[in-house]
């Protein structure tokens, strides 16, 4: 009588009992990926340069976005934009301009303050002004790199000009008959400017040799110098002006009667790019 067959036994394919013959794959098999599997094997290096990367991502895709949202016109280099600003004629257009944005207002600023506006007495007050404030938005009196005050010269003084004290960049001031100005303001306005290129002060009458020395111990680049009428001035600040000056190109001593000879002769000597000079009423 033959023997009835033993029923084989059989795995199921989802289990996960050690009894199994089946070689089942292990979680670091070549196909899975040790990325999904929470095993001893998986690397945490490999998880934080993903967390890495994934965050410059998402930095890369605001700044994109932002880059988008922004206009044309404000993604312009601040190069582009001062010369446009530059283009403008109108006073009132920069204000303007200034009022749009935070970088608008950089780039325009500088071109607004560069000649200040003094055309009339209000001007000068609001420039006065707005250079005293503790609480300024931009460094005014870095900004100014001309002042002229010959348009209202009478109604000038030391009081005006000393207002304007802490402006140590300009580079061409010109105070045409402005007879009421002194040492006094001019002193402390003139001290510890290095920009200085042009100097008139035609017709300053009060004005002595302690300007004009001053003027030599700082204004080294100085090119341009009228000191018309100045009939205080004597030979020792010339001097010194011609030998400190190394740059000078035009002079005019017309009517500083004071002048002799000697202070001439110290000019030419030592500047060495003169162009123009004028000697008109020198009796001496």
């Known amino acids: 009588m033959a023997r009835p067959r033993r029923p084989v036994r059989r795995s199921s394919i989802s289990s996960n009992s050690s009894s199994s013959t089946s070689p089942e794959r292990t979680p670091d098999d070549d ?37 988008c949202r922004v206009s044309p016109v404000h993604r312009l280099p601040a190069e582009l934009l001062i010369s446009v600003f530059s283009r403008l004629s109108s006073t009132k257009d920069l204000l303007t301009c200034m009022l749009v944005s935070q970088d608008w207002a950089r780039n325009s600023v500088g071109l607004l303050w560069h000649r200040p506006a003094m055309g009339k007495w209000e001007g000068i007050h609001n420039v006065v002004q707005s250079l005293r404030k503790s609480d300024k938005a931009f460094a005014y009196p870095d900004l100014v790199k001309r002042l002229n005050m010959s348009t209202l010269a009478s109604q000038v003084s030391d009081g005006t000009l000393i207002g304007m004290t802490d402006c140590k960049r300009v580079e061409r001031l010109t105070l045409t008959n402005c007879t009421k ?88 000597d030592h500047a060495r790019h003169l162009l123009e000079v004028d000697l008109y009423g020198l009796q001496n």
Do not use: W
């Open 31 to 67: 196909g899975d990926s040790f990325m999904l599997q929470a095993n001893d094997s998986q690397s945490s290096l490999g998880i934080e340069v993903s967390a890495e990367s994934i965050s410059e991502d998402d930095s890369h895709r605001r700044e994109y976005e932002e880059r």
């Open 181 to 268: 100005l002194t040492d006094i303001s001019l002193v402390p306005l003139i001290e510890g400017n290095r920009s200085l290129l042009a100097l008139d002060v035609t017709g300053l009458d009060q004005v002595t040799d302690k300007t004009m020395v001053v003027v030599a111990d700082n204004c080294l680049r100085l090119q341009g110098l009228n000191v018309t009428n100045c009939k205080k001035l004597t030979d020792p600040s010339i001097m010194a002006i011609a030998k400190n000056c190394r740059h000078l190109k035009r002079l005019k001593f017309n009517g500083c009667i004071q002048l002799t000879d000697s202070a001439i002769l110290t000019i030419a």
